[in-house]
């Protein structure tokens, strides 16, 4: 069970310090937003090098952007641990899930909530990560959209049913109200923004999520 950070909800003036104070993540979850993919803008490729340059943990790239075919590869080449795409943006996911890989990323595709988890069915074999998006993407401090819990469980049915050693992640409203549903449906990665960044002892908040996640997989 891996938890991982959003850096969305952390304070964008001060974040290699705001990086500190969540060392107990598996990963740090990064959002890069183009206000075209969705409508906000957070940053993009020279913010996150230089993320990479200051983090002690893994990267794990959210690319909320058009144009992924072409702009998808460079974050893949700054040795960000994983660079995740949504399938929405793709016009050759297939091509784009091999040129990551290609530049040493683990590779993840994403569908927002209104996008079947079949359509990631050709690609499978192609990606270390699905996330199914539990809102619909571009802020944090959502409410997790219930309806998307029945997706986790179909991907992971899916991949199961293949044989195939996938990761299932799940982004938005993610809480420790609801981390265990989401856990006992088959997800393993907790993307966690404002639960994590509002807690007095970001941590221990991180550590109860883990928590809860092994607990409610162990059954
Ligand atoms: C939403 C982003 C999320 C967001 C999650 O588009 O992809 O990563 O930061 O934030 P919370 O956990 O507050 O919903
Ligand atoms: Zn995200």
New binding site residues.
């Given amino acids: 069970m891996h938890i991982h950070p ?1 850096i ?2 952390a304070d964008f003036v001060n974040l290699e310090a705001e990086l500190g104070t969540i060392l107990s993540a598996d990963a740090y ?1 990064v ?1 890069v ?1 183009d206000n075209h993919f ?1 409508p ?1 803008l957070t940053f993009g490729l020279q913010m996150v090098e230089s993320l990479q340059r200051v983090s002690k943990r893994d990267l794990d790239v ?1 690319l ?1 952007i058009t144009d992924v075919d072409e702009h998808g590869p460079k974050y893949a080449e700054l040795g960000v641990a994983s660079v995740t795409f949504h399938i929405e943006a793709s016009l050759n996911p297939l091509k784009l899930a091999r040129d990551l890989r290609a530049r040493g990323a683990r590779v993840a595709a994403a569908v927002k909530p209104g996008t079947a988890v079949s359509a990631l069915t050709e690609l499978l074999s192609e990606l270390d990560m699905v996330l199914v ?1 539990t ?8 409410k ?1 959209i219930e309806a998307t819990i029945d997706k986790v469980a179909e991907a992971r049915s899916l991949t199961r049913s293949r044989g195939l050693e996938i990761a299932i992640q799940v ?4 809480t420790e109200q609801n981390i265990a549903t989401l856990a006992k449906a088959g997800a393993d990665t907790f ?6 960044f509002r807690a007095v002892d970001r941590n221990r908040q991180i550590d109860l999520l883990r928590t809860l996640a092994e607990q409610a997989a162990r059954g």
Avoid: C, K, T
């Fill in positions: 959003s969305l909800s979850h959002d937003m969705v906000n959210h909320m998006m809102v619909e993407p571009g802020f944090g401090g959502q997790l982004d938005g409203g993610v993307v966690a923004g404002s639960s994590v």
